[in-house]
């Protein structure tokens, strides 16, 4: 059984940080792209980062690309989310996804999903 799980979420004041991580477990995930997606409250689930086997990275619209860091671990099987410089309008449940395909990921088409974790920024 393939499962995605995400862990480091919670609560942080504005201007802190938080390190998301996503663990791949019942196969391995070597040549497949992983990455991130948030959904804040009322919000439509969006694309924030995008991290390839071989490391080339993609960024979401805005300054998340200034201020997250996507990375991973693959004898882990891990990506990580490095969150720095959190705004209230980072406040979300975030999501770890998986695809063969970069551009499927990106538009929201994985067939992997993690299950979420929330991360909450006060003001």
């Known amino acids: 059984q393939v499962q995605l799980v995400e862990s480091g979420g919670g609560l942080v004041q504005a201007g802190g940080s938080l390190k998301l991580a996503c663990a791949a477990s019942?196969?391995?995930?070597?040549?497949?792209?992983m990455g991130w997606f948030r959904q804040g409250p009322g919000k439509e689930r969006t694309f924030v980062a995008v991290i390839t086997y071989s490391g080339l990275t993609t960024y979401g619209r805005g300054d998340v690309k200034d201020r997250f860091t996507i990375s991973r671990d693959n004898a882990k099987n891990t990506i990580y989310l490095q969150m720095n410089s959190l705004k209230p309008e980072d406040t979300a449940v975030y999501f770890c996804t998986a695809d063969v395909n970069s551009g499927t990921l990106i538009l929201g088409q994985a067939p992997y999903w993690g299950q979420g974790t929330q991360v909450t920024v006060s003001s």
């Open positions: 019942g196969r391995t995930f070597a040549r497949h792209s």
